[in-house]
């Protein structure tokens, strides 16, 4: 139901209708977004939409969305997730799983967590939270909105027709996604930990 609406949306109000989608939707209410802008992209294959607005469209409303749910953790914290977090998918197991990630990972999460449905929100909170420098969180977090907003529009405008296969192709693109990030996580741990090293 919410998949056809969000959809019908987007056929109706064009890109004010994905840029709202988007920003609630990664704000924390469940909306498909990889599916919506899977099918923006198969509408601009189709020549109803136009790649350059659309990619911009959706890049601004993933960078709208990640850094409300940012400033919503910075400024209400704990007190909001205990109040209002299961509402929005927030609660205190994912924000504990999403703290845990950061230990390891550091900021690479912010670029891999909007690849994880039901996380990307959560990272965005937890950054807000952990009082992490906006700078910083600006940095990693608008750069997977960038990555992530290519990604799927342009499969959607190479599949065509087929853009519906895009939840198969989802699952392998974030078991790789997510093994690079890894291997670039402990690349960068290994580095950090030898350049310590030779300092001291």
């Given amino acids: 139901m919410i998949k056809e609406t969000v959809l019908e949306l987007v056929t109706t109000y064009g890109y004010f209708g994905l ?9 924390g209410l469940p909306i498909p977004d990889e599916i919506l802008m899977t099918y923006c992209g198969y509408l601009v294959s189709q020549g109803t939409m ?4 659309t990619l911009l469209t959706a890049i601004s409303g993933s960078i709208v969305g990640i850094s409300i ?3 919503l953790g910075h400024r209400f ?17 994912r924000l504990d799983m999403v703290n845990n ?55 959607g405008n190479v599949l065509g027709v087929h853009w519906t296969r895009v939840t198969e192709l989802t699952h392998r693109l974030v078991f790789w996604i997510v093994g690079l990030a890894l291997v670039a996580g402990l690349l960068y741990g290994l580095f950090y930990w030898r350049r310590r090293k030779r300092i001291k």
């Fill in 19 to 27: 840029f709202i989608s988007l920003v609630l939707g990664i704000v």
């Fill in 77 to 93: 914290g704990l007190p909001l997730v205990e109040k209002y977090g299961r509402r929005f998918g927030i609660n205190q197991k």
């Fill in 101 to 155: 990630w950061y230990n390891r990972f550091g900021k690479f999460v912010l670029i891999i967590g909007y690849f994880l449905p039901g996380i990307r929100h959560v990272t965005a909170f937890a950054a807000g939270m952990s009082r992490m420098k906006y700078s910083s969180f600006a940095l990693y977090a608008y750069a997977g909105g960038i990555i992530w907003s290519l990604t799927f529009i342009t499969l």
């Fill in 69 to 71: 749910s940012y400033w």
């Fill in 50 to 53: 136009n790649l350059t607005v």
